[in-house]
Each structure stands twice: as structure tokens, then as C-alpha cells.
């Protein structure tokens, strides 16, 4: 298969199990940092629908590229296992998230504005769920450690 493929289906299976993890808040009830990413580029003047379908898509559509440029970039790039690279990129992405998206929508730091410490684990634990997943994924799809 190729890298391309191989980060794709990894990363469709990651985004999947990370949507049922954020999911799984909205039943206890705590809420997360949903769709900072989505409320960020609005706010520059990009025209989404309001629509729960269309904010998944967007997820998805996210989670894939992110997925590509683990494949492309960040695997070849770092050294260690899976589960090391997984955790690289999930605190790389957890803080461009945490310092920057978030606090440019209004959130605060984390989302400390409006989540409680609860909700903003229990966000950086689905968001880290997804990021080692897709590192493991791509691994056992063959993809780990290709090079151009």
C-alpha cells in the first residue's frame, strides 16, 4: 500500500475513534474544546454552515491532512517508536491548540474560559488518543519509517 494510502486509512480510523472519544463527553456530561479550529477560521472570514454535519466533515477533512503530514513529514523526520512519535505530535499539535487557536476564539488558554479542568483533560486525552493511534495505525499498515 502506498504512504499515501496507508496515512489515510490510519488516519481515518484515529479520527473516527477520537469523535466517539469527544462523543463520550457530551454523555457524562463534560464539555470539550470542540471545533476551535472551525471557529478560528470563521472568525477570518471563512463561510462554513452551522451544521453538525458539516463541522464532522471538517473533523474528518482535518484529521486526514493531519494524518499525511505525519506520514510525509513527522515520521521519516523523528526517531523512536510509534508510540514516542504519536506523543511528539499530539503535544506539538495540543499546544498550538492550547496557546494559539483556542485564546484567538475567545476560549482562553486550554479553553480555560469556559471548560472545566475536567473537560480540557479530558479534550488533551482524545486529542492524544487520536495522535498516537494514527502514529500505531501507520505503523502497522506498513507506513513507519519509509523514506522518499
Do not use: C
Request: glycine share 10%; proline share 3%.
Amino acid at each position: 500500500m502506498s504512504r499515501l494510502k496507508t496515512a489515510l486509512a490510519a488516519g481515518a480510523m484515529a479520527i473516527i475513534v477520537n469523535m466517539l472519544a469527544l462523543a463520550a463527553a457530551d454523555f457524562v456530561p463534560v464539555a470539550t474544546a470542540h471545533g476551535g479550529l472551525l471557529r478560528l477560521l470563521v472568525r477570518f472570514g471563512l463561510h462554513a454552515p452551522a451544521t453538525p454535519q458539516f463541522q464532522a466533515a471538517f473533523h474528518i477533512l482535518v484529521g486526514l491532512l493531519m494524518a499525511v503530514v505525519y506520514a510525509f513529514v513527522l515520521d521519516p523526520l523523528l526517531n523512536g517508536t510509534a508510540l514516542v512519535k504519536g506523543l511528539i505530535y499530539a503535544a506539538g499539535v495540543w499546544l498550538i491548540n492550547a496557546v494559539f487557536v483556542l485564546p484567538m476564539t475567545g476560549e482562553g488558554l486550554a479553553g480555560s474560559r469556559h471548560l472545566s479542568l475536567l473537560g480540557m483533560a479530558w479534550f488533551a486525552a482524545a486529542h492524544t488518543l487520536f495522535f498516537v493511534l494514527l502514529a500505531l495505525f501507520y505503523e502497522r499498515g506498513g507506513g513507519a519509517g519509509r523514506r522518499r
